[in-house]
Structures are given as structure tokens and as C-alpha cells.
């Protein structure tokens, strides 16, 4: 028992027994505190009779430990005054440039700062903490603009770098309100007040500073242009504009096999007669490099013919062959471009060329009705079609340039309403030499794109996307180019403290080397039994910063001798001294002081400037679980030492007293906690993440492995048409047997990251196809419920039921076919497939048992792949075919024949396989995702 006092009251904290609260209630004036979880038992309480406060307390506690309900009374320090409340000290800014390749959230950057004020502490935030643009936003792919309400995960569309990357996720925000965005160029897109931008103004740019993040909030409250001096204003001139933005590299679509050169095509539009019954052009002698251009690119059977009677050069292109129908004038027809000036565009298909013919469309275009300026440079293209315009406006947008249009209404002097296209680009448009030789830049600051002006226009569901882009940048209206989302791990990276040492579990090494190359961009090693004795040397030779290891490994790596089991024995080898910085993550691992990888973690850490814990959990059972981890940083002594922080915050039959008190001091010592509601504006509704673990299984799977290529080689050498569909039939099973193998090999991982979050006191939701797989995680944790096949409805719903309203009930472990639809489960906001579906519709159906109304918190989606196995073979099929709508799950499921066809035979090619090799011959090559991915 505890008993504790202030000047105002008695506190006591004692083990739950029915008779001792029933004694204890007959102690006048006393009462529950369920906030301190102590009974309170006032001093200004004056009860009649003999005994004052002080003697009921201890008449009760003697009497407790008479009867044997405490084993002992203990007097601690002076408890926390439940009237007092520890506010806790805000978070710091991260003032200075990160450097980071991706954007950190605001409260991340806080925690970096936080991080790189103390040098050792705890990153302790909840598990889970981690732009948008309405649905009619049109995003530019390479089949054309699509709406981002059509978007879906794994679809294709253009980076910045003009290359083509994907749809990796999607977070939609429900209706927002959607802001207009009109740029100096005229170009004119849409987003909400969350939407990043990548952004410089003038000095970053003289500065060659690069650009930074900034949401439409942001760009709002900082003002969209400079304050006008004078000067300025008195001449009359304009304010500068604030924002920059980037302009994209020319989008790459693929080559196209064109009749009709892009070159002559654009000429023809710009100076031809197309809806007479000939193809002809008018050329003057000023120009004449023009026909002689179009001359030497015209095919075998096609000439030019010149026509001297018209006032005006004119040349007409003729067949060569001897054909009576004219090729070109075929081709016009069928491209609908025998039209009148006004009524003038480009064919769809020619606006998708790749670069170098989109460039020729453009000079053809440009060589004949457009002009050029000297001096500035200014560069115009006149036409009476507006449809035509907005056609080249497209042209040039998607070619890394500027354009915008401008009409001039003639029709009060009789004449047609004529548009003029204003263009700005960074390479020349032109190839005559009259024209081209005006193309001379000298601005710094020549097509660039400014943000002119930013109003609220309307409210509309919105979304945002996350792409796989490296700078995650994205191209959406009139190719402008925004910003995607992360969780920095920066606090090393920018204090440059190389190099480091990540102590990991195994089943994160994986993600760890690869955010590292994310977000910073470095190489991280993972050690192993190749580099066991010379992994330093990557150090030394300026190789690699960072090396990354798991707990059960640190002996094998850094430990010389460790003969006595105690800490002060383990010697450690010398090249461990090497590491300016330790990053130990799922730290709560170490809280016992006992056991050999807590020891060898003290060890490594000692003498190091910086020692970064990271643990959602680090506090399970209670208080005394922060000991080692505090230790570990050097951070004990700034409580008192081991029995100081005893005394004060271990006391009671709970061992845990002063609980406020305590969060309060860690805050302020070494350690932050933000939970997922506090920054849930900043996240998306739903997060994605692949944890990539080595199965435990290995000789087995390599042996399916084999057995399956086998099987593929009698396929190709089937002659009979029966045999073939009986081998194909094999093959399907071999790759379902893969599947459960690889599922088999990652019960291990899987139930170390469902402890991880069970321990952090949240729920959780597993799902799984294979009996096994949910028999072998059911029995490490006996009290989850389970949804599967062999259930009734009656035990289906009772399941649910306890998993939506007990709270002690954190697991539930559900098979896609019983649990995959009409479930909801939102009392977890954490889905974890150890096997998933072959198709993304049954993924998100599964994720969407809990991403449902009633949820509120940010969904986060763990799927677990093999590393080398099919698992990450069908995960390139997800990700990059969406509309499979087929499942493969089962033996008595079967893909449709043209897919396994196509399947088996880019597997085959993968595999070496030709058809007169025998089934026996072997392959030693992976079944990786390219064989699936190229297959389908």
C-alpha cells in the first residue's frame, strides 16, 4: 500500500479488493480520484469521536497488512497536487533548411527541432503519424488529362521531370473548399488551402537555394507579391510577384509512326489549302527554307511540285508512285483537318508525339504563321481559330514552356475576331533562318511561372494523391506542377552526424535503408555476414553514412568479449567507437535491464553526442519501463537517479505514482508525444506502407521456386493442346503453393509488429487467406477474435461486437472471404495483411472495414511482402493493374486463359525458357515482379 500526503490531503493507492474499499469507505469524508487513481482522504475534515484523519489512514493500512491484502506500507514523497496542472512547454520551429529531399509535416519539422535542441531523447510519437485538389482537377498522364476523381491507385501520369510514375496512394478529404489559381501566363488550375507547392521567390533564386514547400495557406498569409517601393508606384508599374514555381520538363510520350512528318503537318496548317481537293502550300522567297525543309522530309512516294502561277510561291505535294488517290490528302481526311482557317486544330494524336516530334509540329506551326520580336524576344502565333490556339497552348505547356492567349474583336471594322498566342519557351520554335536567328535569352528569370492571384471559387470533394516520383512532384491543369507529401528522419541527416548506427528490429531493415535513400538520398548498409569484418571500410572510404543492424545481430557485429553476462564486462570492438550517433527504434524493447541486446545498446550508446530512441510504446507496464531507455540516453541522472525516480514515480502497488508530474519532466528532459488526434488535420485519411521481412523459410521456397520453372519449361515443350492446359493447371497451383509458402515464412515478423502495436494499447486488425496462417498468430495471442470460413453468423457478429465494445479486446484476425465486405470494425484505425488479395478492389475493400464512416482517426495499411519471393511479384500487379477483377486466391479460381497465356509466356522469356529445353533444365534466376508485372 502507498500513502502519500500534501498539506491538504491524504492519498492512498492499494491493490483492488472489495472488502478493502468497502473498510475504506467508512473513512468520513474520503473519496475516489479516478484521474490519480487514489483515494483521497481530506485533512480539513474534522470527523467527531477520538481519531483525527491521520488515525484512520493508519488504523486502515495496519489493518490491511494484518489480514494480508498488502504485504507492506509504504510513505513516498509528497504526490502531485491533483489542483496543480504541469503545462506542458511548447514545441520548437525548425527555423533553418532541412535539405531534405521531401517535404516534412509541420509538427515533423517540430520534432526535428525539438530533436536537435536536447541531442538525446525520445521520438515517442503515437504510432502512425506520417494536397489537395478538387475531383474535376484535370491531371496530366500519358493518355491525355483525366479527372483526379478518376484517379485511381497504380495509375500512370507525368512528374515534373516530364518521365511517367504512378499513383501509389490516394486520400480523399471530403467536400473542401477549392481555390482558383491564375498565374502570370495565364494558366489557370485549382486546389485547397492543404495543397503543397514547391515555391522560390527572387532571392532563393539569385541564390540558387532550390525551392521550398508551402501550402496555399501559407502562400496566402505571406502575401503574393512584394511590397511596392516608391518608385515603383509612382511610375505607374505594377507590384512583383512573390512565387515562383517550377515549369515542367517536356513530358515524354511515346514515339508515334506518323504519315505525315510533324513538321510538314504544322506548315500546312499554319500556310495550307487542305479543303479543296489538294494539298498545297504558300511559301514566300523570304522564307523558302521552308519548302526546301519540307522537301527533304517527305517520304519516297510523295514529291513537291511548284506552282509559278500564283501571285504568291505555292507548292503542292503530290503522289511519286504513280497512285491515283493522293497519300496525304488520305491522311488529312482521315484526321478531319479539311477545314476552313477559322475551323483549324491539331489532331489529338499529334499532340502526343514524343518530344523531338512535338517539337517539329511546333516549328512547322511556328516557321509560317508565326512571328518574333527582337530584343525581348517576344514570340507570337496568330490564328482566327480559337480551337487551334488552344491546342499550341497545350503544345507548348507540355514542351516545358509558356503560353497564353490573347483575342482581338475586329468585327466593328468588318474583319473576323483574330487570337494571338503569346509563347515562351526554352528552346527555339523556329527553324527558318529569318526567324530563328532572333531567338538570343538573356533574362535570368526567362519562363518562369509566377502565382498571380489566389481566390476561393467554390466547394467540392477533394483528394489528394501521393506519387512515386522522387521529388513527388506531379503535373495537374495546364502542366503545373504541385507537391505530394512524409516522416522525416532528419534530425541526424542535418546536424551531419556520420556516421550512424540504426539498431532496428529485422523485420524493419528493409524500410529503413529505403527511407533513408528516400529522404535523404544516401545509401544506407545493411550488415550482414559479407561485410561482417570490413563494413567500416564503406565508412572510411566516404562510401556510406549509415549502417543499419537488428538487435539480435549486435553481439555477432560490435561485441569482443562478453564473458562475465554484465554490462560493465561486454568489451566492445573497436570500430563501434566509430558512430557519432545511435538511432534505436522500437526502444521499448530495452526497458529491462537484463537482457544481453538492452546491455550491448547502453554500451554502444555510451560517450555518444547523439542518441535517438524511437518508440511509440515507451512506457508498457509502467514507469520502471523507462529506466534502461533512460540510461541509454544518459538521461536518468536528470531525475535524481534510480532511486530518486523510484521514490516519485514508482510508488503504489502499481509501481506508478505522480504520473502527471512525470510527463511533464520527460518533456522537459528528452522526450515528445504527439497523439494521432493532435495532428490528424496535417494527415491523410488513409496511409499506405509495404514492410519488406525476410521469410523464415527460405530452402523450401527456393525449392517451389524451382519446381515452378520447372513446370514452365513443360508447358513451352507441350505439343498436344490437352497436355498444355494440364502443365498450365500445374503451373497455377505451383504459384498458389508459392503464395502460402511465402505467407508461412512471415508469421514471424507478423507477430513481433502485432505485438508492437498491441503493447502501444492499440487495436488492430490482421487479415490472411490460409487457415494456418491464422491458427499460428491465434496462438500467441489466445484472446483475439477471429472471423473465418468455419464461423456462423451468430459468431461473426459476436466477434465484431466484442472488438468494437471491449476494450481489453485489441486483435481481431480475419480471412478475406468472411471478413473482406460489409463488416465494420472502426474501432482500429490499423489493418495489417500478412497475405493479400491479387486484385487493389479486395485490398481496399478490406482496408475500408475500417476506413468507413464512424472512423476517426487516420487509417494506416501495413502489407507485409517477402523479400524475394512472389509477394513482391503481385504487388507489382497491384500497383500497376488495377482492373483485374479476377481472383486467383483459390485453387478452384481461375484467370481468365489470355492472362495466363501471357503470364506463362513473359515468364518463360524471363526464365530463359525456350522450347526446345527440357523440363529438367535449371534456372537459377528469381521470380521477381518484372516476370508479373510486364506479363499482365
Keep these: 500500500m502507498l500513502i502519500q500526503e500534501d498539506e491538504k490531503n491524504y492519498f492512498l493507492q492499494f491493490k483492488y479488493h472489495p472488502l478493502m474499499v468497502d473498510v475504506v469507505k467508512r473513512i468520513p469524508g474520503r473519496k475516489f480520484d479516478s484521474k490519480l487513481n487514489m483515494w483521497v482522504i481530506p485533512k480539513s475534515f474534522y470527523p467527531p469521536g477520538k481519531y483525527t484523519q491521520k488515525a484512520y489512514v493508519d488504523i486502515f493500512a495496519n489493518w490491511a497488512v494484518k489480514k494480508g491484502y498488502e504485504k507492506s506500507v509504504q510513505k513516498g514523497a509528497q504526490a502531485s497536487r491533483p489542483d496543480v496542472h504541469y503545462t506542458l512547454p511548447p514545441m520548437p520551429e525548425l527555423l533553418s533548411p532541412h535539405g531534405l529531399k521531401i517535404e516534412p509535416f509541420p509538427y515533423q519539422k517540430q520534432g ?106 501559407d502562400i496566402l498569409k505571406n502575401g503574393l507579391r512584394w511590397n511596392i517601393s516608391p518608385s515603383r508606384k509612382a511610375s505607374g508599374r505594377k507590384p512583383i510577384l512573390r512565387w515562383e514555381i517550377p515549369v515542367c520538363d517536356p513530358v515524354k510520350y511515346p514515339h508515334k509512326n506518323y504519315i505525315m512528318h510533324p513538321y510538314i503537318l504544322g506548315a500546312l496548317i499554319g500556310d495550307g489549302n487542305l479543303c479543296n481537293g489538294v494539298v498545297c502550300l504558300s511559301n514566300p522567297d523570304i522564307d523558302s527554307d521552308i ?13 513537291l511540285r511548284g506552282d509559278n502561277i500564283a501571285t504568291c510561291p505555292r507548292y503542292c505535294i503530290c503522289n511519286s508512285d504513280g497512285k491515283h488517290v493522293n497519300h496525304f490528302l488520305a491522311e488529312i481526311r482521315r484526321l478531319n483537318i479539311d477545314v476552313k482557317s477559322e475551323d483549324k486544330f491539331i489532331p489529338n494524336e499529334y499532340l502526343h508525339g514524343d518530344i523531338e516530334q512535338r517539337i517539329e509540329l511546333l516549328r512547322g506551326l511556328m516557321d509560317t504563321d508565326g512571328s518574333i520580336t527582337s530584343g525581348r524576344v517576344r514570340m507570337i502565333y496568330h490564328s482566327m481559330s480559337r480551337k487551334l490556339c488552344d491546342n499550341i497552348v497545350e503544345l507548348v505547356q507540355s514542351l516545358g514552356g509558356l503560353a497564353h492567349i490573347r483575342e482581338y474583336d475586329r468585327t466593328n471594322e468588318g474583319k473576323s475576331i483574330e487570337y494571338q498566342v503569346i509563347i515562351t519557351t526554352r528552346f527555339n520554335p523556329f527553324s527558318t533562318v529569318r526567324k530563328a536567328e532572333r531567338y538570343k535569352i538573356q533574362r535570368g528569370n526567362y519562363c518562369s511561372r509566377y502565382i498571380e492571384n489566389i481566390e476561393l471559387d467554390r466547394q467540392e470533394e477533394c483528394r489528394c494523391i501521393k ?44 524500410n529503413w535503408q529505403r527511407e533513408w535513400k528516400k529522404f535523404t538520398g544516401k545509401d544506407a548498409i545493411i550488415l550482414d555476414d559479407r561485410n561482417k569484418n570490413n563494413w567500416h571500410r564503406y565508412y572510411e572510404m566516404g562510401c556510406c553514412d549509415v549502417f543499419i543492424t537488428n538487435y539480435e545481430s549486435l553481439k555477432k557485429f560490435f561485441v569482443e568479449d562478453f564473458a562475465g553476462g554484465v554490462t560493465r564486462s561486454i568489451r566492445l570492438k573497436p570500430v563501434a567507437s566509430l558512430f557519432k550517433c545511435v538511432i534505436i527504434d522500437e526502444s521499448h524493447r530495452c526497458k529491462s535491464s537484463k537482457t544481453q541486446q538492452s546491455k550491448i545498446c547502453y554500451k554502444l550508446c555510451q560517450g555518444k553526442e547523439y542518441r535517438f530512441l524511437l518508440t511509440g510504446t515507451p512506457s508498457i507496464n509502467g514507469p520502471g519501463d523507462l529506466i534502461q531507455q533512460l540510461k541509454i540516453m544518459n538521461r536518468l541522472d536528470d531525475f535524481g537517479g534510480y532511486k530518486s525516480f523510484e521514490a516519485n514515480f514508482m510508488q503504489g502497488p502499481r509501481q506508478a505514482s505522480n504520473l502527471e508530474m512525470l510527463n511533464w519532466r520527460l518533456w522537459n528532459t528528452g522526450f515528445f508525444r504527439r497523439e494521432k488526434a493532435k495532428v490528424l488535420d496535417q494527415l491523410p485519411d488513409k496511409m499506405r506502407q509495404v514492410v519488406n521481412v525476410d521469410i523464415t523459410n527460405r530452402k523450401e521456397y527456393q525449392d517451389a521456386e524451382h519446381d515452378l520453372l520447372s513446370y514452365l519449361a513443360a508447358y513451352e515443350n507441350a505439343d498436344d493442346e490437352k497436355l498444355r492446359r494440364a502443365e498450365r493447371g500445374k503451373v497455377m497451383v505451383q504459384m498458389q503453393k508459392l503464395r502460402q509458402i511465402a505467407a508461412r515464412g512471415k508469421i514471424s515478423a507478423a507477430v513481433e509488429f502485432i505485438q508492437d502495436i498491441i503493447d502501444s494499447g492499440e487495436k488492430l486488425i490482421v487479415f490472411a487467406f490460409l487457415k494456418e496462417v491464422v491458427q499460428e498468430i491465434k496462438k500467441v495471442f489466445p484472446n483475439a477474435v477471429t472471423i473465418v470460413g468455419d464461423n456462423t453468423s451468430q459468431e461473426r457478429q459476436g466477434a465484431v461486437d466484442r472488438f468494437q465494445n471491449d476494450p481489453k479486446c485489441n486483435l481481431i484476425i480475419c480471412n478475406y472471404k468472411s471478413a473482406g465486405v460489409g463488416l465494420t470494425l472502426t474501432a482500429s484505425s490499423r489493418v495489417a495483411f500478412v497475405e493479400f488479395p491479387w486484385t487493389f478492389a479486395d485490398c481496399e475493400q478490406a482496408e475500408d472495414r475500417a476506413h468507413r464512416i464512424g472512423q476517426k482517426n487516420s487509417v494506416n495499411c501495413y502489407y507485409f511482402l517477402g523479400k524475394n519471393t512472389i509477394d513482391e511479384s503481385i504487388w507489382d500487379i497491384i500497383q500497376t493493374k488495377k482492373d483485374i477483377a479476377n481472383d486467383v486466391t483459390g485453387t478452384d479460381d481461375q484467370v481468365p486463359e489470355k492472362t495466363v497465356d501471357a503470364m506463362i509466356l513473359k515468364m518463360s522469356a524471363k526464365s530463359g525458357i525456350k522450347k526446345s529445353e527440357t523440363s529438367t533444365s535449371p534456372f537459377d534466376r528469381r521470380l521477381d515482379g518484372a516476370l508479373f508485372s510486364n506479363a499482365i
Aim: aromatic share 12%; charged share 25%.
Design 112 to 217: 526535428i527541432a525539438y530533436a536537435l535542441q536536447k541531442k538525446r531523447c525520445f521520438f515517442g510519437d503515437q504510432p502512425g503519424l506520417g494536397k489537395m485538389e478538387p475531383y474535376s482537377a484535370l491531371i496530366a498522364t500519358p493518355s491525355g488529362f483525366r479527372k483526379m476523381g478518376d484517379l485511381r491507385a497504380g495509375d500512370e501520369l507525368f512528374g515534373r521531370d516530364g518521365n511517367v510514375y504512378h499513383v501509389t496512394g490516394i486520400f480523399d478529404h471530403g467536400v473542401k473548399d477549392v481555390y482558383r489559381f491564375t498565374f502570370n501566363d495565364g494558366a489557370v488550375c485549382y486546389a485547397g488551402l492543404e495543397h503543397l507547392w514547391n515555391v522560390r521567390d527572387v532571392n532563393m533564386r539569385k541564390r540558387n537555394q532550390g525551392w521550398k514547400t508551402m501550402s496555399t495557406e
Design 291 to 303: 519548302h526546301q525543309k519540307i522537301k527533304k522530309l517527305l517520304p519516297d512516294y510523295m514529291r
Design 467 to 510: 506519387v512515386d516520383a522522387p521529388d513527388e512532384l506531379y503535373l495537374t491543369d495546364e502542366f503545373v506542377v504541385t507537391h505530394n507529401t512524409l516522416q522525416a528522419i532528419g534530425t541526424s541527416f542535418i546536424a551531419k552526424t556520420w556516421p550512424v548506427l540504426v539498431i532496428c528490429p529485422a523485420s524493419l531493415k528493409i
